[in-house]
């Protein structure tokens, strides 16, 4: 055998390797450890089978709670920056001017930590000092100034809200690599026919855009799902568990000792994570075409 053709398995063996030790091999101790009661207070650590899943799933306590609230982060925050970064990906794609700027300040949230954005974002949606009610009731708009992170009602809406503002640029970048990456032959030939922009867009920019936008879609389901900084940073899951999601109340479990409830949920969301992202990329890449 050709060592140039064997030089690469031995890498490709490595990387696997690699990976199965500090992420496979983690991932099933860690599964194994959620059939069992395994807390900071047990002396002994015991196998209680699928008690700790029929736990999670059932609803019982605030868990229908987290449950629902991460699945429903991971839908609003999905399809508002895959939508909105699609518009201005395309508007961005034109001949405007200062486009590259517009590019570059549309980006720049992405590039933020995200704890640091959370925590800026806490001081400007402060109630009383914040600059976004300081700014509202300067213009004479007192009116719609809000207890953003502390009303119950709206709360989980200010996080998202936030959430869309940092991924968006991020987005939208990868959606104009992959437009600058469309042949213009293709735009020509539409052009000929005398196709208008919606036209361009729906028979060329969208279809050709497809296995972008499967990417971006099934990272941005993946993000949503194992969201933690965000929430911890602007509310920490408050006020009163309006904004807890399923890896915050992990990282409370763990706090307080409850390991094995806490690897149970990281089992579950893992489990939900790997199912969600094989189908979706199953449904967005259907008719992709093999060479």
Same mark, same amino acid.
């Given at each position: 055998?050709?060592?140039?053709?064997?030089?690469?398995?031995?890498?490709?063996a490595g990387?696997?390797?690699?990976?199965?030790?500090?992420?496979? +091999?983690?991932?099933?101790? =860690?599964? @194994? &450890?959620?059939? /069992?009661?395994?807390?900071?207070?047990?002396?002994?650590?015991?196998? #209680?089978?699928?008690?700790?899943?029929?736990?999670?799933?059932?609803?019982q306590?605030?868990?229908?709670r987290?449950?629902?609230?991460?699945?429903?982060?991971?839908?609003v925050?999905?399809?508002?920056?895959?939508?909105?970064?699609?518009?201005?990906?395309v508007?961005?794609?034109?001949?405007?001017?200062?486009?590259n700027?517009?590019?570059?300040l549309?980006?720049?949230?992405?590039?933020?930590?995200?704890?640091?954005?959370?925590?800026?974002?806490?001081?400007?949606?402060?109630?009383?000092?914040?600059?976004?009610?300081?700014?509202?009731?300067?213009?004479?708009?007192?009116?719609?100034a809000?207890?953003?992170?502390?009303?119950?009602?709206?709360?989980?809406?200010?996080?998202?809200? +936030?959430?869309?503002w940092? =991924?968006? @640029? &991020?987005?939208? /970048?990868?959606?104009i690599?992959?437009?600058?990456a469309?042949?213009? #032959?293709?735009?020509?030939?539409v052009?000929?026919?005398?196709?208008?922009?919606?036209?361009?867009?729906?028979?060329?920019?969208?279809?050709?855009?497809?296995?972008t936008?499967?990417?971006?879609?099934?990272?941005?389901?993946?993000?949503?799902?194992?969201?933690?900084?965000?929430?911890?940073?602007?509310?920490n899951?408050?006020?009163?568990?309006?904004?807890?999601?399923?890896?915050?109340?992990?990282?409370?479990?763990?706090?307080k000792?409850?390991?094995?409830?806490?690897?149970?949920?990281?089992?579950i969301m893992?489990?939900f994570?790997v199912?969600?992202?094989?189908?979706?990329?199953?449904?967005l890449?259907?008719?992709?075409?093999?060479?």
């Amino acid at each position: 055998m050709n060592k140039a053709k064997v030089y690469p398995w031995y890498f490709a063996a490595g990387a696997m390797l690699i990976y199965t030790l500090f992420s496979v +091999v983690p991932g099933l101790v =860690g599964i @194994g &450890y959620s059939f /069992t009661d395994w807390s900071a207070y047990a002396k002994e650590l015991h196998f #209680v089978g699928l008690k700790n899943f029929t736990t999670v799933l059932s609803g019982q306590g605030d868990y229908l709670r987290y449950i629902t609230n991460t699945l429903l982060f991971t839908l609003v925050t999905t399809v508002s920056k895959t939508v909105l970064g699609l518009l201005f990906a395309v508007a961005l794609s034109e001949g405007i001017k200062f486009k590259n700027f517009h590019r570059g300040l549309m980006y720049l949230p992405s590039v933020l930590p995200i704890l640091v954005t959370g925590l800026t974002f806490t001081s400007i949606l402060n109630p009383k000092v914040g600059f976004l009610n300081t700014f509202l009731r300067a213009i004479g708009l007192g009116g719609l100034a809000q207890k953003w992170l502390v009303d119950p009602k709206i709360a989980f809406g200010s996080v998202m809200a +936030v959430d869309i503002w940092r =991924g968006t @640029g &991020y987005i939208m /970048t990868m959606l104009i690599v992959g437009i600058l990456a469309i042949p213009k #032959v293709y735009y020509e030939a539409v052009a000929v026919d005398g196709a208008n922009a919606w036209q361009r867009f729906r028979y060329v920019t969208l279809p050709m855009l497809r296995q972008t936008l499967a990417v971006t879609i099934v990272l941005n389901v993946i993000y949503g799902l194992k969201v933690f900084d965000m929430i911890y940073a602007l509310t920490n899951g408050g006020p009163g568990h309006r904004t807890e999601v399923m890896y915050t109340a992990v990282f409370k479990m763990m706090s307080k000792g409850l390991y094995a409830e806490g690897t149970t949920i990281s089992s579950i969301m893992f489990i939900f994570m790997v199912i969600i992202g094989y189908f979706m990329v199953k449904i967005l890449t259907k008719d992709e075409v093999v060479e």
